[in-house]
């Protein structure tokens, strides 16, 4: 089974909207982390936020907000007042306790944000 | 500080040679991993590297891919006889030390480089 999965390929939102990017994710392992990434047609990773799975408030960050439903295993980034900077691949990634060393990543998510 | 320097940023290389790839992680990160990322695709993990322990090699796709590491510092990956199917992006990552797996040592996002891209032709 995929341990994360984006279902998204592509997705528009017309600037100053807010957009859900969507990622749920498989683990037996009551301790792990959540992570979003951008990646902007220059190529480089940039980590967005963190979630934990023990954390009882969702992460935020500037406009960038976890929408974490734990028993559902979802964590979906919400970005508000979007930008046209915006347009970027986003990826969802896991990591767990129990195997640390290990980061999983989803296929991603190409958002594109229009004038 | 310095990020993850990755050299050299772009690599156009003949079918059958052999290419070297370096990264240069955050200085204290004892976690180096190496993914590849083909055009338009994910993240594909390739080998991770930690401290002085037996790095993990299982996402290596052949032994012709291979990685060295010495110490905490720069490490390199080398790809020997090319092939066209090796055209990429390599993009290294480090991650601060984790000691043992604590409560809060998976909580530590990883840095990326701006990866090499290898054109293989």
């Known amino acids: 089974a995929q341990k994360i999965t984006q279902t998204q390929p592509g997705m528009f939102v017309q600037e100053k909207e807010a957009v859900t990017l969507d990622c749920t994710y498989d683990t037996s392992d009551p301790s792990y982390g959540l992570f979003w990434y951008k990646q902007p047609s220059s190529g480089e990773m940039i980590f967005l936020i963190y979630?934990?799975?023990?954390?009882?408030q969702n992460a935020t960050e500037g406009r960038y907000s976890l929408n974490f439903q734990k028993a559902r295993k979802s964590a979906n980034l919400v970005i508000s007042a979007s930008q046209l900077g915006d347009s970027a691949m986003y990826f969802c990634?896991?990591?767990?306790?129990?195997?640390?060393?290990?980061?999983?990543f989803g296929s991603g998510t190409k958002l594109n944000v229009k004038p | 500080g310095a990020g993850v320097s990755q050299s050299p940023s772009n690599k156009v290389t003949e079918k059958g040679k052999d290419v070297e790839l370096r990264c240069d992680p955050i200085s204290g990160h004892t976690a180096l991993y190496w993914y590849r990322q083909r055009l338009g695709q994910g993240l594909e993990f390739l080998i991770y590297f930690q401290g002085n322990s037996a790095p993990d090699k299982s996402g290596l796709p052949s032994d012709r891919f291979s990685a060295e590491r010495t110490g905490e510092s720069v490490s390199t990956l080398t790809i020997q006889r090319t092939q066209q199917e090796d055209s990429a992006v390599y993009l290294c990552?480090?991650?601060?030390?984790?000691?043992?797996?604590?409560?809060?040592?998976?909580?530590?996002?990883?840095?990326f480089g701006n990866g090499t891209r290898l054109t293989v032709t």
């Open positions: 979630q934990g799975s023990y954390d009882q």
């Open positions: 990634a896991m990591r767990e306790r129990s195997n640390f060393n290990k980061f999983y």
């Open positions: 990552a480090s991650s601060s030390p984790l000691g043992s797996p604590h409560l809060s040592s998976y909580n530590s996002p990883l840095h």
